[in-house]
């Protein structure tokens, strides 16, 4: 039988996170971050992107262009355009196979089933707690290495001040 839990070096998980680990209310996002768009747009192009059938159906304009979207659902025959579709957590890991990297990109159910595999953490901190309904697992800094991390002031289009990390797992 295969080992979901082991870690898995090609599997990153990219999250905002607000102070009280809120990630999102009535299937939206919280905030308005145009700069952590942008990042998200950056380091995901070209590569793979994993997600649950809620927030699939959140996005606006369905599969996100220039990468490889897979969902996650348990209704057999759902098809969605531009998608592949997984049944199952294994099933979507099976198709994320040895891809150099692979962002798992939400929302609550998905990170919590896959947060434990990931071997990276692009993590979005909002200095702000916001009423919510779906909230990222606790994180274990001790866990982690962080690689790098970088502090965004409100303003423009930026609705709160946040910080983009990375980490890395210790091994
Ligand atoms: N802040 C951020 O960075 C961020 C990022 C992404 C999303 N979000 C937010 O997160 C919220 C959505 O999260 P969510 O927890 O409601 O939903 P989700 O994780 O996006 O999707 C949940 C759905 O995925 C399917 N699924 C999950 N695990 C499965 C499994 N093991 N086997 C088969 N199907 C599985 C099920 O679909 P079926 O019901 O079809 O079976 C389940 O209902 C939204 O508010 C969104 O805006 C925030």
Redesign the pocket.
Same mark, same amino acid.
């Given at each position: 039988m295969k080992n979901t839990t082991a870690i898995r070096k090609n599997i990153s998980i !990219?999250? %905002?996170?607000a102070a009280n680990n %809120?990630?999102?209310?009535? =299937?939206? &996002? &919280?905030w308005h971050l145009t700069d952590d768009l942008k990042r998200f747009r950056r380091l995901t192009s070209g590569h793979t992107v994993v997600? /649950? $059938? =809620? #927030?699939? &159906?959140?996005l606006p304009k369905g599969a996100l262009p220039n990468r490889r979207n897979i969902? !996650? +659902?348990? $209704?057999p025959g759902?098809q969605f355009e531009g998608c592949e579709m %997984?049944?199952?957590?294994d099933q979507a890991l099976d198709l994320a196979g040895n891809e150099e990297e692979c962002f798992i990109?939400? /929302? /609550?159910?998905?990170?919590?089933?896959l947060f434990p595999v990931a071997g990276k953490l692009y993590l #979005?901190t909002v200095d702000h707690s916001f009423d %919510?309904? +779906?909230f990222?697992p606790e994180i274990d800094f001790a866990g982690w290495n962080l690689v790098e991390s970088e502090f965004v002031n409100s303003g423009g289009k930026n609705d709160y001040p946040h910080t983009f990390t990375l980490y890395e797992r210790k091994a």
């Open positions: !990219i999250v %905002a996170v %809120a990630i999102g209310k009535d =299937n939206q &996002l &919280l997600m /649950g $059938r =809620n #927030t699939y &159906l959140s969902v !996650i +659902t348990d $209704r759902e %997984a049944y199952s957590i990109m939400g /929302g /609550g159910m998905v990170y919590q089933q #979005t %919510a309904d +779906t990222f």
